[in-house]
């Protein structure tokens, strides 16, 4: 074993991504499944592409429909993971959404979406994967997606929902991670900032011409960059960060 298999290699783990099926999500999902995870993907409309794309790769993975804002469906994946895996160890709790509108402007309901699947959706995860590794003393790791969002407030456009929901989330990781830390869980976020991805392609192009001058890298980021910061907080080289909000947003937030 090389150095860093030793410092990196996840060989051996099995890794749960939530919103595998497609941007950063299945990015990441094929970089923890190359450094050795067995990975579980579980989403509300499939993942058979990232799926497929580990698999070409020589890497072990399966995908389960689950939608993360309904706790049952989220207990019935996990068992279904556990009759098939055995254990967790790791978890890249990516699922999300935003919503782009003045606040006067947006409906209750689309506070309500916005929070229940960013916030409400990582926490039921979050603490049905935290019981499951407390009773079979699993020391894993829990790695949850922020946002630069939870620490700064994007312009021009408007989303305070999704902003709340994310800085929700770098709050709940640090309590999970003094909650959870004599079990030896570590809970920690990685808050990206613009990214292109998929989702990102729907974005009129005159917000990304007004993002391009506030980033002081001049560009997005990809998923692509993400898969590091992933792999070293899924990685027992990381056995002393905990309760970390790992910001990746080419120094948008030091602004």
């Not at 579980?42 to 399966?62: F, P, Q």
């Not at 935290?130 to 997606?145: A, C, L, V």
């Not at 920690?188 to 002081?216: H, R, V």
Request: glycine share 10%; hydrophobic share 40%; charged share 20%.
């Amino acid at each position: 074993m090389s150095y860093l298999d030793e410092l990196f290699g996840l060989t051996g783990k099995v890794a749960l991504v939530t919103g595998g099926g497609r941007g950063i999500g299945q990015v990441v999902a094929q970089g923890l499944a190359r450094a050795g995870a067995e990975i579980v993907i579980i989403s509300r409309s499939g993942a058979d592409e990232t799926v497929k794309k580990i698999h070409a790769d020589g890497g072990k993975a399966y995908s389960l429909l689950a939608d993360v804002t309904k706790e049952k469906e989220v207990d019935a994946a996990l068992s279904e993971i556990l009759k098939k895996s055995g254990k967790i160890d790791i978890v890249f709790n990516n699922a999300g959404t935003c919503i782009h509108e003045d606040t006067l402007k947006a409906s209750i309901a689309d506070w309500r979406e916005v929070i229940d699947v960013n916030l409400t959706g990582e926490y039921i995860v979050a603490r049905a994967v935290g019981k499951i590794m407390i009773e079979k003393g699993i020391k894993g790791s829990i790695i949850n997606m922020a946002s630069m969002s939870g620490t700064i407030v994007n312009i021009p456009q408007w989303q305070a929902s999704y902003n709340a929901s994310k800085a929700g989330i770098i709050h709940l990781t640090r309590s999970l991670a003094i909650e959870w830390s004599e079990y030896g869980i570590r809970v920690n976020s990685l808050s990206p900032g613009y990214i292109s991805t998929p989702m990102s392609s729907d974005t009129p192009q005159e917000l990304k011409d007004a993002w391009m001058p506030l980033i002081p890298n001049h560009r997005m980021g990809t998923p692509e960059e993400l898969v590091g910061a992933v792999i070293y907080l899924a990685a027992s080289t990381s056995g002393y960060t905990n309760g970390c909000d790992l910001i990746v947003d080419g120094a948008y937030h030091c602004q």
